[in-house]
């Protein structure tokens, strides 16, 4: 099945690319499929009617979302957070933790992407995580106490839906303080979520909740569809109310671990960690550290979220200093808690990974730059035996034509000599550097294929072939003065056309050059041009999505089998733009999506050249969806044996 882009159906539909991505969400579009943060749609796809006007209802939404608008959420960030998901994610990275869960939005990205074999989450925050195990365990209740808010609030005016908030303030309090575990406390802890400033959570240090009143018009309350949604997929995941480092029993070599702490303060009055009255300072920043160098030790897969200290201070090097043995990305980010306008706008964030090399953190436009001009070798520009081969095959037919240059009777000459000798009018096409043995002309005089082979003119009609193309003036005028030397010129430019696929089987090489070298076997680990059929005759593997069951041969240029695996790796090299690129780009995407739901089956796909900068766009969304896109530098550090072995 082809896809395209919800830009490309965007485009394609005359609506925005927002409507596009609402209308995947809500399952509008069959087939469309959720790819890292990019949404892919069948091409065969029709834009669905407009149903605005009626709040549709999804039956069973694949895409959950967070069930609180949470202060510091990662909902914008969450695109540069997936470029950290390890490689293997779900197969075999199949155990995914989340401390400091908070609103949960990476958790609802891989509940909605991934199947995970067992997931974790945990939080101090008792009721928070109250919230969510309401939510897994007694949902209708918690959304028929949300829809009795919800009728009182919103048809409420201004002071009505003062004092109704600052009761429920109240309320919730008294049930926290009492310890209660009953769904209203879920419930009102919903409600003040949605109708607090900016969806702030904060208590004081007696432990209330405190945050005053926000201005919403129209907040939503009860947002029953994702809460159903939200349910089933917490079914069966471990929801904890603790400390972080109560993950660690849970947390092995086959975990993926996101952390999202209470920030750092950037600023003395920005002091907006304190979501539990025991707040988190330096000191907790440090031994969460501590912790994270723990696990990563032992193998497990961590990235974490923090603050940039360097907003406010260049020279404020906390985490650079704490982070030293990871991997520090600074990402931007929108900062939205401050009741000021002019608090709010673009500032860096942290984003801290452990392992590189199990991870996708390479940055495209980074990527892109150490492309390669070229990879020719010697052989590449002119395959000479080919030149001669092709000049030998005419060269007595060359000699004879060369009776004609300087002649003073060219017409005739030509006529006896290819009366004489028919056959050499086999070499013309060659002298108009055409393949082939028919040439097509048109003018007002009519259209004509000439057959150079067999003639299917009379010798009246090849003269003035001859004549309105040239060659007689350039045999006629000694404008040449060997025919046989000037075929090899030509053979040889029409021989630098072959370039392209030259290029091709240079990249080939290199590539079994590095399979070798990565200390595979031909014929026992790595197998030359196997077609969909053959893998799955060998190995047992279903592979008719790739086939479109069974209707379309495809034949891949290697396939490695691993102890766990098979890869099927595509290989090409561009020096130069053009359409095909944009193909090339869009066909490997696709499989990339299809073969994502294939159990023990990868797609790899090897490319390189400065012809992709044409092409760049088409290039970045695979980059965005295949896990193993990679170049030659790729190759050179050693990228084969660390994926294969």
Request: net charge negative; with cysteine; aromatic share 12%.
């Amino acid at each position: 099945m082809d896809f395209i882009t919800a830009k490309e159906a965007a485009t394609l539909w005359g609506v925005s690319q927002r409507r596009v991505a609402i209308l995947c969400a809500e399952e509008r579009i069959n087939g469309a499929q959720l790819v890292g943060n990019m949404w892919l749609i069948p091409k065969t796809s029709y834009k669905p009617n407009d149903a605005r006007s009626v709040r549709f209802q999804p039956k069973s939404p694949a895409v959950v979302k967070p069930f609180l608008k949470w202060a510091g959420g990662k909902a914008q960030a969450l695109g540069s957070i997936r470029m950290k998901y390890p490689a293997g994610l779900e197969k075999k990275i199949y155990k995914y933790a989340e401390p400091f869960v908070g609103g949960g939005a990476v958790l609802f990205d891989i509940l909605s992407n991934y199947s995970m074999s067992e997931i974790y989450i945990s939080d101090i925050n008792r009721e928070l995580m109250l919230a969510y195990l309401t939510i897994r365990d007694n949902v209708n209740e918690l959304i028929t106490c949300l829809k009795s808010f919800e009728d009182t609030y919103l048809p409420a005016d201004e002071q009505e839906r003062k004092d109704f908030y600052y009761c429920s303030r109240a309320r919730f309090n008294d049930l926290k303080l009492s310890k209660s575990d009953s769904p209203e406390l879920s419930a009102l802890l919903i409600l003040l979520n949605r109708t607090c400033f900016n969806g702030l959570y904060r208590v004081n240090s007696r432990g209330e909740f405190n945050v005053p009143q926000g201005t919403y018009k129209n907040p939503c309350i009860c947002d029953e569809d994702n809460l159903y949604a939200v349910s089933r997929k917490l079914q069966d995941v471990q929801i904890i109310c603790g400390d972080y480092t109560e993950s660690r029993e849970f947390i092995d070599e086959n975990t993926f671990v996101y952390f999202d702490p209470p920030y750092r303060p950037l600023t003395a009055t920005s002091r907006f960690t304190a979501y539990t009255q025991d707040g988190f300072g330096d000191k907790e920043q440090i031994e969460l550290a501590r912790f994270i160098d723990e696990i990563s030790e032992c193998g497990a897969y961590a990235v974490a979220s923090n603050s940039d200290p360097r907003n406010a201070d260049q020279n404020d090097s906390f985490f650079d200093d704490l982070y030293a043995k990871h991997h520090i990305f600074r990402i931007s980010a929108a900062r939205n808690i401050n009741s000021a306008g002019n608090g709010r706008g673009r500032i860096n964030e942290l984003l801290i990974a452990s392992n590189e090399r199990s991870f996708h953190m390479r940055d495209f436009n980074k990527w892109l730059k150490k492309f390669k001009a070229s990879i020719s070798d010697y052989s590449y520009y002119v395959d000479f035996d080919k030149v001669h081969k092709n000049v030998d095959a005419i060269r007595i037919e060359l000699n004879i034509l060369n009776s004609l240059i300087g002649s003073k009777s060219i017409e005739d000459d030509f006529e006896r000599v290819v009366l004489k000798y028919p056959e050499t009018l086999k070499c013309v096409p060659t002298l108009l550097a055409v393949r082939g043995r028919e040439i097509y002309a048109i003018n007002s005089e009519g259209e004509f294929t000439y057959n150079f082979r067999n003639a299917n003119y009379n010798i009246e009609q090849y003269k003035i072939f001859m004549q309105k193309t040239g060659l007689f003036d350039l045999m006629e005028n000694h404008i040449l003065s060997n025919l046989v030397d000037y075929v090899t010129g030509v053979e040889t430019g029409l021989d630098s056309n072959g370039r392209k696929n030259r290029g091709g089987h240079l990249m080939e090489n290199l590539v079994e050059s590095y399979l070798c070298k990565a200390g595979l076997i031909k014929d026992e680990t790595y197998f030359k041009e196997m077609s969909i059929g053959d893998i799955e005759a060998r190995w047992g593997i279903d592979l008719s999505v790739l086939s479109n069951q069974g209707k379309t041969v495809k034949r891949f240029d290697f396939v490695v089998k691993t102890a766990n695996e098979v890869f099927s790796i595509e290989t090409n090299f561009y020096t130069g733009g053009g359409s095909k690129l944009n193909e090339t780009a869009g066909s490997y995407k696709n499989i990339a999506v299809e073969a994502k739901g294939i159990k023990d089956f990868e797609f790899m796909w090897l490319t390189d050249g400065r012809g992709w900068t044409s092409a760049r766009n088409n290039l970045e969304e695979t980059f965005d969806v295949l896990t193993h896109l990679y170049c030659i530098d790729d190759l050179e550090n050693g990228v084969l044996g660390r994926v294969f072995l």
